[in-house]
């Protein structure tokens, strides 16, 4: 799977956020900026099973912008949706992100599989 992402990002131009054990996060600068600066203090956290010759499964980290419209954040393609799966996109988020500490975060998910002890981990006042 890591070579599909490597493969990808050369064909397309896009610079990986993180590649590890086959689990690969893809965000934009772009995307941050506009979180930062146009965003509600809110993500949304879901997942979904992918389809096809590959499966996996497919993690994504949306936020609302100003006029209630979905802003997409993040994506991360894994191989299962597992505690270990959503520490690691939580905290490849935190990263990219850089959002101010003294800021707090509201976060809305279906409470999944490993995601609410991901959240206390990287987000304790989210």
Known sequence: MRDIFREYAIREGVTLG???????????????????????????LDGCHLKGPYGGVLLSAVALEANSGIFPLAICICEKETKWSWKWFLNSLKMFLQFPENRHLCFMSDRQKGLVKALQTYYPFG
């Open 18 to 44: 993180r590649v590890k054990n086959d689990n690969a996060v893809l965000s934009f600068q772009a995307l941050k900026q506009g979180f930062l600066e146009g965003c509600r203090p809110f993500i949304g």
